[in-house]
Protein backbone atom coordinates (compact mmCIF):
# COMPACT_ATOMS: atom_id res chain seq x y z
CA UNK A 1 0.00 0.00 0.00
CA UNK A 2 1.16 3.27 -0.73
CA UNK A 3 2.35 6.16 1.51
CA UNK A 4 0.51 9.27 0.81
CA UNK A 5 0.64 12.64 2.54
CA UNK A 6 -1.65 15.66 1.85
CA UNK A 7 -0.38 19.39 3.41
CA UNK A 8 -3.27 21.16 3.31
CA UNK A 9 -3.71 24.83 3.31
CA UNK A 10 -0.61 26.76 3.61
CA UNK A 11 1.49 28.89 2.19
CA UNK A 12 3.53 26.95 -0.55
CA UNK A 13 7.56 28.73 -1.42
CA UNK A 14 8.29 26.03 -4.29
CA UNK A 15 11.90 26.50 -4.29
CA UNK A 16 11.74 28.17 -8.10
CA UNK A 17 11.19 31.40 -7.51
CA UNK A 18 7.41 31.48 -8.62
CA UNK A 19 4.85 33.52 -6.66
CA UNK A 20 3.70 31.94 -3.07
CA UNK A 21 0.53 29.89 -3.51
CA UNK A 22 -2.10 30.88 -0.94
CA UNK A 23 -3.56 27.95 0.60
CA UNK A 24 -2.24 25.31 -1.35
CA UNK A 25 -1.64 21.69 -0.99
CA UNK A 26 1.20 19.58 -1.13
CA UNK A 27 0.56 15.70 -1.78
CA UNK A 28 3.35 13.66 -1.40
CA UNK A 29 2.73 9.54 -2.40
CA UNK A 30 5.61 7.28 -1.18
CA UNK A 31 8.70 9.76 -0.90
CA UNK A 32 8.08 11.81 -4.02
CA UNK A 33 6.33 14.98 -4.63
CA UNK A 34 2.89 14.03 -6.41
CA UNK A 35 1.27 17.06 -6.71
CA UNK A 36 1.38 20.94 -5.64
CA UNK A 37 -0.92 23.93 -5.91
CA UNK A 38 -4.52 23.11 -6.10
CA UNK A 39 -5.29 19.34 -6.06
CA UNK A 40 -7.45 16.61 -5.14
CA UNK A 41 -6.91 14.64 -2.02
CA UNK A 42 -6.16 11.30 -2.49
CA UNK A 43 -8.46 8.74 -0.51
CA UNK A 44 -6.76 7.30 2.19
CA UNK A 45 -4.18 10.54 2.54
CA UNK A 46 -2.62 11.37 5.73
CA UNK A 47 -3.79 14.95 5.95
CA UNK A 48 -1.31 17.33 8.02
CA UNK A 49 -2.98 20.99 8.63
CA UNK A 50 -0.59 23.57 7.65
CA UNK A 51 -3.43 26.38 7.80
CA UNK A 52 -1.08 29.70 8.78
CA UNK A 53 1.70 28.11 7.88
CA UNK A 54 4.61 28.56 5.56
CA UNK A 55 5.57 25.37 3.13
CA UNK A 56 8.90 25.27 1.73
CA UNK A 57 11.44 22.71 0.38
CA UNK A 58 14.02 21.42 3.01
CA UNK A 59 17.26 23.81 2.69
CA UNK A 60 20.37 22.53 1.55
CA UNK A 61 23.91 23.48 2.92
CA UNK A 62 26.40 23.55 0.28
CA UNK A 63 29.72 24.08 2.23
CA UNK A 64 29.89 21.95 6.04
CA UNK A 65 32.99 20.35 7.68
CA UNK A 66 31.17 17.32 9.05
CA UNK A 67 33.28 14.12 9.47
CA UNK A 68 31.60 10.89 10.05
CA UNK A 69 31.53 10.32 13.58
CA UNK A 70 29.10 11.23 16.95
CA UNK A 71 29.55 14.99 16.62
CA UNK A 72 28.50 15.34 12.77
CA UNK A 73 26.03 13.15 13.36
CA UNK A 74 24.56 15.45 15.78
CA UNK A 75 25.40 18.55 13.43
CA UNK A 76 23.33 16.83 11.12
CA UNK A 77 20.30 15.85 13.74
CA UNK A 78 20.21 19.47 14.55
CA UNK A 79 20.35 20.66 10.89
CA UNK A 80 17.14 18.39 10.28
CA UNK A 81 15.31 20.26 13.05
CA UNK A 82 16.37 23.74 11.59
CA UNK A 83 14.95 22.74 8.25
CA UNK A 84 17.91 22.17 6.29
CA UNK A 85 17.73 18.42 4.74
CA UNK A 86 20.90 17.62 3.24
CA UNK A 87 24.07 19.38 4.17
CA UNK A 88 27.24 18.87 1.92
CA UNK A 89 30.79 17.77 3.67
CA UNK A 90 33.33 19.45 1.18
CA UNK A 91 35.84 17.86 4.22
CA UNK A 92 34.40 14.06 4.04
CA UNK A 93 37.03 11.23 4.55
CA UNK A 94 36.16 7.80 4.29
CA UNK A 95 34.31 7.80 7.67
CA UNK A 96 31.57 10.44 6.24
CA UNK A 97 31.37 7.87 3.88
CA UNK A 98 30.17 5.64 5.26
CA UNK A 99 28.15 7.99 7.42
CA UNK A 100 26.51 9.29 4.00
CA UNK A 101 25.78 5.56 3.00
CA UNK A 102 24.04 4.84 6.78
CA UNK A 103 21.78 7.85 6.18
CA UNK A 104 20.76 6.98 2.93
CA UNK A 105 19.81 3.41 3.87
CA UNK A 106 17.64 4.55 6.68
CA UNK A 107 19.79 2.85 9.19
CA UNK A 108 20.77 6.16 10.87
CA UNK A 109 17.42 8.20 11.45
CA UNK A 110 17.01 11.75 12.36
CA UNK A 111 19.69 13.09 10.35
CA UNK A 112 20.00 15.26 7.32
CA UNK A 113 21.24 13.67 4.29
CA UNK A 114 25.05 14.26 3.72
CA UNK A 115 26.58 14.53 0.51
CA UNK A 116 30.29 13.85 1.06
CA UNK A 117 33.29 15.81 -0.82
CA UNK A 118 36.67 14.06 -1.01
CA UNK A 119 39.68 17.04 -0.42
CA UNK A 120 42.76 16.67 -3.01
CA UNK A 121 45.27 19.48 -2.23
CA UNK A 122 48.98 20.30 -2.98
CA UNK A 123 51.56 19.73 -0.20
CA UNK A 124 51.10 21.91 3.09
CA UNK A 125 47.81 23.32 1.06
CA UNK A 126 44.51 25.52 3.06
CA UNK A 127 42.98 22.04 3.54
CA UNK A 128 44.54 18.58 3.73
CA UNK A 129 43.18 15.49 3.71
CA UNK A 130 44.85 13.04 0.35
CA UNK A 131 48.21 15.63 -0.70
CA UNK A 132 48.68 15.54 -4.13
CA UNK A 133 51.45 17.13 -6.17
CA UNK A 134 52.01 17.20 -9.96
CA UNK A 135 49.05 16.25 -12.63
CA UNK A 136 49.54 12.97 -12.93
CA UNK A 137 49.69 12.69 -8.84
CA UNK A 138 46.40 14.74 -8.59
CA UNK A 139 45.11 12.48 -11.23
CA UNK A 140 45.75 9.20 -9.53
CA UNK A 141 44.38 11.33 -5.83
CA UNK A 142 41.06 12.15 -8.08
CA UNK A 143 40.69 8.61 -9.09
CA UNK A 144 41.51 7.41 -5.32
CA UNK A 145 38.64 9.67 -4.21
CA UNK A 146 36.10 8.84 -6.60
CA UNK A 147 37.03 5.31 -5.76
CA UNK A 148 36.78 5.77 -2.34
CA UNK A 149 32.98 7.07 -2.94
CA UNK A 150 33.06 10.84 -3.40
CA UNK A 151 30.12 12.60 -4.48
CA UNK A 152 32.58 15.36 -5.70
CA UNK A 153 36.10 16.45 -5.54
CA UNK A 154 37.43 19.77 -3.29
CA UNK A 155 40.41 21.28 -3.92
CA UNK A 156 42.19 24.77 -3.05
CA UNK A 157 43.66 27.27 -5.56
CA UNK A 158 44.59 29.74 -2.47
CA UNK A 159 45.23 30.14 1.02
CA UNK A 160 42.46 31.15 3.78
CA UNK A 161 41.76 32.33 7.09
CA UNK A 162 42.61 29.29 9.26
CA UNK A 163 46.04 28.06 9.51
CA UNK A 164 48.53 30.42 11.35
CA UNK A 165 51.25 29.80 8.61
CA UNK A 166 48.94 30.98 5.70
CA UNK A 167 47.37 33.82 3.92
CA UNK A 168 44.90 34.13 1.84
CA UNK A 169 47.14 35.37 -1.03
CA UNK A 170 49.20 32.32 -1.16
CA UNK A 171 48.73 30.51 -4.03
CA UNK A 172 47.70 26.78 -3.77
CA UNK A 173 47.17 24.58 -7.07
CA UNK A 174 48.94 25.56 -9.88
CA UNK A 175 46.56 26.64 -13.42
CA UNK A 176 48.39 23.03 -14.49
CA UNK A 177 47.72 20.98 -11.72
CA UNK A 178 43.83 22.44 -11.44
CA UNK A 179 43.62 21.83 -15.46
CA UNK A 180 44.77 18.20 -14.94
CA UNK A 181 42.11 17.89 -11.36
CA UNK A 182 39.17 19.32 -13.28
CA UNK A 183 39.58 17.49 -16.64
CA UNK A 184 40.07 13.66 -14.10
CA UNK A 185 36.75 14.95 -11.74
CA UNK A 186 34.82 15.22 -14.79
CA UNK A 187 36.12 12.24 -16.73
CA UNK A 188 34.49 10.34 -13.88
CA UNK A 189 31.27 12.77 -13.61
CA UNK A 190 32.40 14.37 -10.39
CA UNK A 191 31.71 18.26 -9.78
CA UNK A 192 34.58 20.44 -8.69
CA UNK A 193 34.54 22.80 -5.57
CA UNK A 194 37.11 24.76 -4.97
CA UNK A 195 38.28 27.18 -2.02
CA UNK A 196 39.60 30.06 -3.14
CA UNK A 197 40.08 33.65 -2.02
CA UNK A 198 42.10 35.88 -4.30
CA UNK A 199 43.72 35.95 -7.37
CA UNK A 200 45.86 34.34 -9.15
CA UNK A 201 43.46 31.31 -8.00
CA UNK A 202 40.25 32.83 -8.98
CA UNK A 203 40.88 33.37 -12.59
CA UNK A 204 42.87 29.54 -12.47
CA UNK A 205 39.51 28.75 -11.31
CA UNK A 206 37.65 29.78 -14.39
CA UNK A 207 40.56 29.26 -16.97
CA UNK A 208 40.43 25.20 -15.41
CA UNK A 209 36.37 25.29 -15.71
CA UNK A 210 35.85 24.16 -12.12
CA UNK A 211 31.89 23.72 -10.74
CA UNK A 212 31.75 25.71 -8.19
CA UNK A 213 33.98 29.02 -6.74
CA UNK A 214 33.63 28.99 -2.96
CA UNK A 215 34.48 31.88 -0.82
CA UNK A 216 36.03 34.59 -2.70
CA UNK A 217 36.67 36.56 0.57
CA UNK A 218 38.88 38.90 -1.90
CA UNK A 219 37.46 38.91 -4.73
CA UNK A 220 37.87 40.96 -8.00
CA UNK A 221 35.55 42.27 -10.74
CA UNK A 222 37.76 40.89 -13.21
CA UNK A 223 36.64 37.25 -11.38
CA UNK A 224 33.18 37.75 -11.18
CA UNK A 225 32.56 38.51 -14.46
CA UNK A 226 34.66 35.67 -15.22
CA UNK A 227 32.64 33.46 -13.14
CA UNK A 228 29.81 34.58 -14.74
CA UNK A 229 30.88 34.39 -18.84
CA UNK A 230 31.71 30.88 -17.77
CA UNK A 231 28.70 30.22 -16.76
CA UNK A 232 29.98 28.97 -12.68
CA UNK A 233 28.96 28.91 -9.80
CA UNK A 234 29.83 31.04 -7.03
CA UNK A 235 29.28 30.45 -2.89
CA UNK A 236 30.49 33.27 -0.96
CA UNK A 237 30.04 32.15 2.34
CA UNK A 238 29.90 35.68 3.87
CA UNK A 239 29.44 34.12 7.14
CA UNK A 240 32.83 33.80 7.55
CA UNK A 241 33.53 37.08 7.26
CA UNK A 242 30.57 38.77 8.85
CA UNK A 243 31.19 40.80 12.28
CA UNK A 244 29.73 37.91 14.63
CA UNK A 245 32.04 35.33 13.09
CA UNK A 246 34.98 37.68 13.69
CA UNK A 247 33.88 38.84 17.05
CA UNK A 248 33.93 35.22 18.12
CA UNK A 249 37.25 34.40 16.68
CA UNK A 250 39.07 37.55 18.61
CA UNK A 251 41.44 35.38 20.60
CA UNK A 252 42.89 34.70 16.57
CA UNK A 253 43.84 37.45 15.08
CA UNK A 254 45.35 35.68 12.11
CA UNK A 255 42.58 34.64 10.92
CA UNK A 256 40.40 38.26 11.59
CA UNK A 257 42.82 40.50 10.80
CA UNK A 258 42.71 39.20 7.20
CA UNK A 259 38.62 38.29 7.54
CA UNK A 260 38.25 42.13 8.43
CA UNK A 261 39.93 43.39 5.65
CA UNK A 262 38.07 40.92 3.33
CA UNK A 263 34.34 41.63 4.86
CA UNK A 264 33.81 44.72 2.72
CA UNK A 265 35.63 43.31 -0.85
CA UNK A 266 33.94 40.28 0.18
CA UNK A 267 30.64 42.18 -0.06
CA UNK A 268 30.97 44.50 -2.81
CA UNK A 269 32.12 41.29 -4.97
CA UNK A 270 28.79 39.95 -3.88
CA UNK A 271 26.42 42.96 -4.58
CA UNK A 272 28.08 42.98 -7.72
CA UNK A 273 27.82 39.01 -8.59
CA UNK A 274 24.23 39.43 -7.91
CA UNK A 275 23.66 42.31 -9.76
CA UNK A 276 25.15 40.96 -13.07
CA UNK A 277 23.18 37.57 -12.51
CA UNK A 278 26.02 35.27 -11.48
CA UNK A 279 24.01 32.22 -9.79
CA UNK A 280 24.77 32.02 -6.24
CA UNK A 281 24.81 29.42 -3.92
CA UNK A 282 24.48 29.28 0.07
CA UNK A 283 27.48 27.15 2.20
CA UNK A 284 28.65 28.93 5.60
CA UNK A 285 31.74 26.33 6.58
CA UNK A 286 28.88 25.07 8.80
CA UNK A 287 28.48 24.44 11.25
CA UNK A 288 31.38 27.16 12.82
CA UNK A 289 32.52 28.39 16.07
CA UNK A 290 30.23 26.75 18.95
CA UNK A 291 31.18 30.11 20.71
CA UNK A 292 28.62 31.98 18.87
CA UNK A 293 26.81 29.67 16.17
CA UNK A 294 24.27 27.04 17.47
CA UNK A 295 24.08 24.02 15.22
CA UNK A 296 21.84 25.28 12.15
CA UNK A 297 22.49 29.05 12.91
CA UNK A 298 25.15 29.55 10.27
CA UNK A 299 22.76 28.35 7.08
CA UNK A 300 20.25 31.20 7.66
CA UNK A 301 22.20 33.96 8.88
CA UNK A 302 23.89 33.41 5.02
CA UNK A 303 20.18 34.33 3.76
CA UNK A 304 20.03 37.25 5.77
CA UNK A 305 23.87 38.11 5.14
CA UNK A 306 22.75 37.61 1.47
CA UNK A 307 19.85 40.02 1.43
CA UNK A 308 21.59 42.76 2.62
CA UNK A 309 23.99 42.63 -0.57
CA UNK A 310 21.05 42.99 -2.58
CA UNK A 311 19.22 40.07 -2.93
CA UNK A 312 15.47 39.43 -2.52
CA UNK A 313 14.40 37.09 0.54
CA UNK A 314 12.93 34.80 -2.36
CA UNK A 315 16.17 35.13 -4.17
CA UNK A 316 18.20 33.74 -0.93
CA UNK A 317 15.54 31.15 -0.18
CA UNK A 318 16.14 29.77 -4.28
CA UNK A 319 19.84 29.96 -3.54
CA UNK A 320 19.76 27.53 -0.41
CA UNK A 321 17.67 25.06 -2.38
CA UNK A 322 16.91 25.17 -5.96
CA UNK A 323 20.15 26.66 -6.95
CA UNK A 324 22.50 24.46 -4.90
CA UNK A 325 20.94 21.42 -5.95
CA UNK A 326 21.54 22.43 -9.11
CA UNK A 327 25.45 23.49 -8.26
CA UNK A 328 25.44 19.76 -6.25
CA UNK A 329 24.09 17.74 -9.12
CA UNK A 330 21.18 16.84 -7.14
CA UNK A 331 18.34 16.51 -9.68
CA UNK A 332 15.77 15.15 -7.65
CA UNK A 333 16.22 18.02 -4.52
CA UNK A 334 15.71 21.73 -3.99
CA UNK A 335 12.35 22.63 -4.98
CA UNK A 336 8.93 21.41 -4.65
CA UNK A 337 7.48 19.89 -7.97
CA UNK A 338 5.73 16.78 -9.34
CA UNK A 339 8.63 14.01 -9.41
CA UNK A 340 11.38 15.63 -7.13
CA UNK A 341 11.88 14.17 -3.67
CA UNK A 342 9.49 15.01 -0.59
CA UNK A 343 12.15 17.31 1.66
CA UNK A 344 9.99 19.88 3.02
CA UNK A 345 9.80 22.30 5.91
CA UNK A 346 6.64 23.36 7.69
CA UNK A 347 6.93 26.34 9.78
CA UNK A 348 5.06 29.58 11.47
CA UNK A 349 5.70 33.08 9.95
CA UNK A 350 6.18 33.89 6.46
CA UNK A 351 10.62 34.20 5.82
CA UNK A 352 9.16 36.36 2.84
CA UNK A 353 8.59 38.97 5.56
CA UNK A 354 11.41 37.89 7.39
CA UNK A 355 13.94 35.73 7.56
CA UNK A 356 14.03 35.67 10.92
CA UNK A 357 10.74 33.15 10.77
CA UNK A 358 12.81 30.51 9.48
CA UNK A 359 15.77 31.45 12.07
CA UNK A 360 13.92 31.50 14.92
CA UNK A 361 14.07 27.76 15.69
CA UNK A 362 10.91 27.44 17.67
CA UNK A 363 9.02 28.29 14.36
CA UNK A 364 10.02 24.90 12.63
CA UNK A 365 7.06 22.11 13.21
CA UNK A 366 7.25 20.01 10.68
CA UNK A 367 10.65 18.53 8.57
CA UNK A 368 10.05 15.47 6.14
CA UNK A 369 12.51 14.17 4.26
CA UNK A 370 12.09 11.58 1.69
CA UNK A 371 8.51 12.11 2.44
CA UNK A 372 9.07 11.13 6.17
CA UNK A 373 8.27 12.92 9.47
CA UNK A 374 11.07 13.27 10.91
CA UNK A 375 10.92 15.97 13.20
CA UNK A 376 7.60 17.91 14.30
CA UNK A 377 6.78 20.09 17.11
CA UNK A 378 3.57 21.60 19.04
CA UNK A 379 0.36 20.22 17.54
CA UNK A 380 1.88 18.16 15.02
CA UNK A 381 4.33 16.55 17.21
CA UNK A 382 1.27 14.98 19.38
CA UNK A 383 0.25 13.51 15.99
CA UNK A 384 3.31 12.07 15.27
CA UNK A 385 5.14 11.50 18.41
CA UNK A 386 4.78 7.83 18.66
CA UNK A 387 5.24 6.96 14.74
CA UNK A 388 7.09 8.26 12.61
CA UNK A 389 8.91 11.16 14.20
CA UNK A 390 11.28 10.88 17.19
CA UNK A 391 9.81 12.25 19.49
CA UNK A 392 11.35 14.73 22.56
CA UNK A 393 13.85 15.73 19.87
CA UNK A 394 14.17 19.32 20.17
CA UNK A 395 17.56 20.88 19.75
CA UNK A 396 20.18 20.12 22.57
CA UNK A 397 20.82 24.41 22.95
CA UNK A 398 22.33 23.94 25.96
CA UNK A 399 25.20 21.71 24.87
CA UNK A 400 24.85 22.23 21.13
ZN1 LIG B 1 35.57 25.29 4.44
Not at 305 to 321: D, I, K, N, Y
Request: aromatic share 4%.
Amino acid sequence: MSDVKAILHGTIIDGTGAEPIRDGTVIIRDGRIEAVGAAEVPEGAEVIDAAGRTVMPGLIEGHAHVGGNPKGQQVLRISLQRGITTVCSVSANVNGIAMRDGIASGQLRGCARLVAGCIVTPTNGHVRFRDADGPWEVRKAVREMVQAGANFIKTAASGGFFSKDEVCSMRNYTLEELVALVDEAHAWHRPVVVHCHTQPGLNNCIEAGVDQIHHGGFIDEEAVCGILAADLWYMPTLSVTCQRNIEALADQPWQTIEMTQAQPIHRAGVRLAHQIGVKLCVGTDYPGTGRTWKHGDRTIWELMELESCGLSRMEALVAATKTNAEAYRLDDLGTLEPGKIADVVVLDGDPLAGIEALYDHRNIKLVLKDGRVEFADGDLAKHYSLREAQPADRPPYEDA
